[in-house]
Every structure is written in structure tokens, then in C-alpha cells.
């Protein structure tokens, strides 16, 4: 599975807009980026995931490059209770094989009153 | 509250005492993963079961670590002789099996500590 970069941490004030980069330079075509994130001691949730297009769900949308090289996470209004470390994760789907996620660090947002 | 369960939440236990972790998934998931996470790192894949078969297996799952998955519903797994490395988050995640994505859902997680 593809590597992914992600800034370690980053900060928002609260009510506007987060955008979370992930570069994935190396990403194969048929390689989903998903998008989970992880509140303090809390195990992961999933946000988002996507191929080729944008997509949006009640919680964020996902922006993917045309290259698909790299992408971004998108809280339209963030809220303090968003304050967590966000993984951007790239996997291809398989039968058997191959399902697990590789997670990285990934960004530790913290939400600014 | 995904629908993963995982029992207990938290065990504190001596090294060499052996040590069990229950995990429930969403009823009509077929996949079932094991997850490590040590802090401040994110979640290291251990094992991968599909129904009662466990089809994948990290170079993290020493010897002393086993998972089972007996009727392809919850799952178990066992670290024996703990040692104080083994001190970590372990989650349990589950999906569906679908051949175009899979969404994981994952459990609370057990936090062992191991003194």
C-alpha cells in the first residue's frame, strides 16, 4: 500500500473551515484513500474514503487531486469536539489478503475556542 | 458507538500472568482485524480473520500472541507470558466483505497495562 505525508499537527479556530492535506505521491489506481480519526483514547472512526472523486458525507468532504497524488480532508465547520489526531490512509480492496490499514502518525488537529 | 465490542476495557496485570480479550463485531461482518497502538504512535496491524479463517498474520504476533475466531463471530486474543512491551491499546475492527472497499468499524479497544 501506498505511504502517505501528513503534517503532525495543525490547529483551527473553531467555526471555520479545517483542511487536512495527505500526500500520497505513489498511489496505485485502484487504491482508495480513506480518511479515520481518533479522539483521545477513543478507538478510531471512520470519516470518509474515496477514489477518484470528491466525495461528502455529513461530516466532511474529501477532496482528491486530478493525479490523485495527494488529497485533502475538509471540516466545513469545526467544532471543539473535533479535536483529534486524523489518519489519511491509502489500501487497495482485496478478497482475501492485504485488508488491513497501514495508519501512520497522523495529524493531531486541535480546535482553538 | 460503532457496534464493535470489546471486553474488557481496561486489565492491569504482572508480567508472566497470561491474558484474554473479547471481541464482539457487528453481527453481520465476516472480516474481523486485530490492532496494536502504543502511544502516541497510530494503530499497528496484527491479525485478519475472514469468517473462522485467520488469513493474515504480522511479524508484531510473536509466538506468546494468539487469536481465534471459533464460529466466525467474536474473537478472542490471548497474550501469554506478558511482558511489559506488550502494554498497549489493542483494538478490534470489523467489515463487511465487500470486493470494492471496506469501511472498518472499530471496537473501544482494551488497554492493557502490564506491570
Known amino acids: 500500500d501506498a505511504k502517505t505525508t501528513q503534517p503532525p499537527s495543525m490547529d483551527c479556530a473553531e467555526g471555520r473551515a479545517a483542511n487536512l492535506p495527505c500526500n500520497h505521491s505513489?498511489?496505485?489506481?485502484?487504491?482508495?484513500v480513506y480518511w479515520y480519526r481518533q479522539i483521545h483514547s477513543q478507538g478510531p472512526q471512520y470519516i470518509i474514503h474515496?477514489?477518484?472523486n470528491n466525495e461528502t458525507n455529513e461530516m466532511a468532504s474529501l477532496i482528491i487531486t486530478e493525479d490523485r497524488k495527494s488529497s485533502t480532508l475538509i471540516l466545513p465547520h469545526a467544532t471543539l469536539r473535533d479535536t483529534a489526531v486524523y489518519y489519511c490512509?491509502?489500501?487497495?480492496?482485496?478478497?482475501?489478503?492485504?485488508?488491513?490499514?497501514?495508519f501512520g502518525t497522523g495529524t493531531s488537529l486541535t480546535v482553538i475556542p | 458507538d460503532t457496534g464493535v465490542s470489546q471486553d474488557p476495557r481496561h486489565k492491569i496485570t504482572k508480567r508472566g500472568q497470561n491474558v484474554t480479550f473479547r471481541c464482539d463485531p457487528i453481527s453481520e461482518h465476516n472480516r474481523l482485524y486485530w490492532y496494536r497502538q502504543t502511544l502516541g504512535q497510530g494503530p499497528e496491524f496484527l491479525t485478519y480473520?475472514?469468517?473462522?479463517?485467520?488469513?493474515?498474520k504480522s511479524r508484531l504476533l510473536s509466538d506468546r500472541f494468539s487469536a481465534e475466531r471459533p464460529k466466525g463471530s467474536f474473537s478472542t486474543l490471548e497474550i501469554q507470558r506478558t511482558e511489559q512491551g506488550d502494554s498497549a491499546m489493542y483494538l478490534c475492527?470489523?467489515?463487511?466483505?465487500?470486493?470494492?472497499?471496506?469501511?472498518?468499524?472499530f471496537g473501544p479497544g482494551t488497554r492493557l497495562t502490564v506491570l
Open positions: 475492527a470489523s467489515s463487511l466483505g465487500r470486493d470494492s472497499d471496506n469501511e472498518q468499524f
Open positions: 490512509i491509502v489500501r487497495a480492496p482485496s478478497k482475501n489478503t492485504g485488508n488491513q490499514f497501514y
Open positions: 474515496g477514489l477518484k
Open positions: 480473520f475472514q469468517n473462522e479463517a485467520q488469513l493474515e
Open positions: 505513489t498511489i496505485s489506481g485502484n487504491e482508495y
